[in-house]
C-alpha cells in the first residue's frame, strides 16, 4: 500500500491493515483550497501534520469545513521535497495511547505545499497569488519561537533579518519577512482583512508576531520599500488581526519502531528522514492523543468553524492569556525544560522512563508543577489548572508509549528559559518580594547549564540538542572541568543576569546565587548531578 492519492483508492486493502481512510473527497477539498485558499500555515512539521491538519481532517469529515489547508515551508524546503511531494500531501496519523494501542488515520486534509522561497520564482509567484486571495481567512503559524526572532541576546540584528532589511520585500528570506512581504502583496491587491494566528509555544504569541511583523514593515518603510498606507494596514487589528492562542499535544518525534510497524502492516516507504537542516520527520507523525488549542476569537475576515475542532476553544483574549500562562510557564512547558536537559545529562533517553523509574526526577517534577507552580497560576476559567496538572501526571507524562525523548525537550532551552521559567520567579518576586523560596526552578536552570556542558554524569561526552545560543554559552562556559569545582568562579553571573533570556535578573530575584551553588554541586565529579538532586527535592 502506498500513502498516495492512487494508493488509498484502494479501500479495502487499508481498513484492513486498521488504518481508516477520510470519508471526504481529498481531489475535491484540495482542489478547492487551491482555487480559493482559505486557511494556510507556515511551519510545516510534525505538529502541524497532526494537530493542525488533524483538526482541519476532522472538520472536514463533519462537514463544517469544504477544502484543505495551504501548506508553506519558510525554512527547511526538504521537508517540502521528501515527505509532502511523494506521498500527493498526505499524511498519516499514528495516536498513541497509554495502554499500547495505537488509532491510525490517513490524513488528507493538506490540499498544497508551497516553499516560500524568493529566488525560487515559480513557488514565490503562488505564495502572492494565495495571499492575493480575497477569499483566505486565516494563516496560521507552527515555527518556534525563534522563527520570530529579529534580534540576538545582544540587541543586535540576526545577520539574515539585517539581509531581509537591506533587500526588501523581494528578496526576503526570514519567515517574519516572508510573511511581510506577502502582507504588501495583500495589501496591494485590495487592502483584504486577515487573522495571522501564532500556535506557537511562547506567551503572548500573538503580541510577539505582531511585534515582528510591525518591525520588519517599518525597517522596509525607512529603506523605502513601503508606503505609509501599508504600515497603516499592518497596524490596524481590525484588519490585521493577531489572535493570541494556547497550544498543547506533545508531538516526539516519529518513532522508527513505528515505521517498522506499518511497513509490516503493508504500508510503504514508512522511514523517517534526517533532512540537511537537521528536521527529523517521516510520512506519519506519531503523537499523544490529548489536545488542547485556545484560540482568541478575533478573525477580521471570517474564519472556519474551529470550535467543532477536537480540543478546541474559542474565547476572547484574557482567557487565551491565562490557558497559556497556565500551560506554558507553570504547568507543562517548566516540567519539560526543568528535567529534560538533566534527564540527558544523567543518561536517560525516554522522558516518561526517567520519571517513571528515578524517583527523585518525579519528585522534582511534580515540584515544579504542584509545588511552585499552582500557588501562583491563575484560573482560565475554561480549563481546570489542578485538573490540567493531574491529567499530565496520570496519564501523559507516564505514557512510554510516546517515546518522547529528553534530547527533544532540550532543543532551543534557551529560547525558552524566559516564558518558563522566568514568568514564575517574577510572580513569586511580586507575590513575596523574592524568589528564594524556590527550590525545583533554580534547580532546573543549574541543570540546563550543567548540560551545557556536554559532559554526563558519568563523565562520558555527548551532542548537544540545536539552540542558536549553543556556541555563545558554551564559549562562556569553555574553562569550567568538571570535577575540578574550582574552575568555575564567576562565569555564569552575564547569563543568570540576562533579563533578555529570563526576562528578570535572577540575582536581583534572590534565586542566582542559589542556582550558582546547586551548579558548583552538580560538577563536582561522576554522579554528583544524581545526588545533587536527590539533596535538593528531598530537603
Known sequence: MKLTMAGIKDREAWEKAGIQLPGYDVEEVSEKARKAPRWVHFGIGNIFRVFIGGIADGLLEEGALDRGLTCVETFDYDVADKIYAPYDNLGLSVILHGDGTRDYKVLGALAETVKAQSSNEKQWNRLKEIFAAPSLQLVSFTITEKGYALQKADGTWFPFVEADIKNGPTKATGAMAVLTAMLYERYQAGKYPLALVSMDNCSQNGARLRQSVL??????????????????????????AFPWTMIDKITPRPSE??????????????????????????????????????????????????EKGFGVYMADRKTVNLAERMKVTVCLNPVHSATGPLG?????????????????????????AYDEGLPVVQDPGILSPQAFVDELFNDRFPNEYLGDTNLRLAVDVSQMVGIRFGETIKAYVEKYGDASRLTALPLGIAGWLRYMLAVDDAGKKYELAPDPMNEEIQEQLKDIVVGQPETFTDQLRPILSNERLFFIDLYK???GEKVENMFREMIAGPGAIKATIHKYVNA
Not at 517498522?260 to 528536521?279: N, R, S
Open 344 to 368: 540527558v545529562a544523567l543518561g536517560y533517553e525516554l522522558f516518561a522512563h526517567m520519571l517513571n523509574t528515578d524517583a527523585d526526577m518525579m519528585k522534582m517534577a511534580r515540584m515544579v
Open 215 to 240: 518591525t520588519m514593515a517599518e525597517e522596509w518603510k525607512k529603506a523605502g520599500y513601503v508606503d505609509d498606507g501599508f504600515l497603516a494596514y499592518v497596524s490596524d487589528e481590525k484588519i490585521i
Open 257 to 306: 519502531q513505528i515505521a517498522a510497524d506499518l511497513e509490516a502492516l503493508g504500508v510503504e516507504d514508512m522511514q523517517p528522514v534526517i533532512t540537511a537542516k537537521k528536521t527529523y520527520i517521516a510520512p506519519f507523525v506519531n503523537a499523544e492523543k490529548p489536545q488542547y488549542l485556545v484560540i482568541e476569537d478575533s478573525f477580521p475576515n471570517g474564519r472556519p468553524a474551529l
Open 509 to 511: 530575584a534572590g534565586v
